[in-house]
């Protein structure tokens, strides 16, 4: 499975962004996705995850009840609504896919496929 991800950008504090995570190829459409940040220097951290089925989501505390994960199986595309951004979510965001169901979706190691990677930048 391939995943691309797009949607960063430079906003100020108490904007929005939504980030997409487009997959194609073998296995698109199943499995969850998971999103994940990075800074330098810092290892990389648990935003958001849902299973593919939507039924289950689950948010770091950080990004809990500002950032929203939701799917579109039409078009294999999860997307992270990200509200009242802080400078403090400033990070590269990556998406990824999982290859088997009923792992913690909260892992990074559950995770064999990652997308690219968008800049997000908040300033104050």
């Known amino acids: 499975v391939q995943l691309q991800a797009s949607g960063g950008g430079l906003v100020q504090a108490g904007s929005f962004l939504t980030l997409s995570c487009a997959a194609s190829?073998?296995?698109?459409?199943?499995?969850?996705t998971g999103w994940f940040r990075q800074t330098p220097g810092k290892e990389r951290e648990f935003v958001a995850a849902?299973?593919?089925?939507?039924?289950?989501?689950y948010y770091a505390d950080s990004v809990k009840g500002r950032f929203n994960i939701s799917r579109d199986t039409a078009d294999n595309t999860v997307y992270l609504q990200m509200n009242s951004l802080k400078p403090g979510d400033t990070a590269v965001y990556y998406c990824a896919k999982p290859k088997v169901h009923g792992i913690d979706l909260t892992q990074g190691p559950s995770y064999p496929h990652w997308g690219q990677g968008t800049l997000v930048t908040v300033s104050s």
């Open positions: 849902t299973t593919w089925s939507g039924r289950n989501s």
């Open positions: 190829g073998r296995d698109a459409s199943k499995y969850g």
